[in-house]
């Protein structure tokens, strides 16, 4: 029997983006092991590679979806799916433009 603690994720950096997919989205989580111990992030059903971006976040590539709405977001070890405390979703839309930004320089 294997006991794991939950890894809880507390920011979703961005937590919205283009059904196109394709740009990185960070995952901060904070629990038992480290990020060192992420593998992939699912998100719906979709399973992408992670990246370990220091002790308590992942980088993943946000993957293509054919239509626009919330899906759940979860992360996956060399054991198995992990399970995250909270509901933690992704908001894919339609098309994102950007208009400005601040500073312009």
Known sequence: LEIFAQKTAWALEPSVGPKSGGFSVLIRIAGADSASDVTHCVFGATSVVAEAVGSQSVKCTAPQVQSSGAVSVSLS??????????????????G????????SR
């Open 77 to 94: 070890t060399g054991s198995g799916i992990v399970t995250l405390a909270g509901t933690v979703s992704f908001e894919y839309l339609e």
């Open 96 to 103: 994102v433009s950007i208009v400005g930004a601040t500073p």
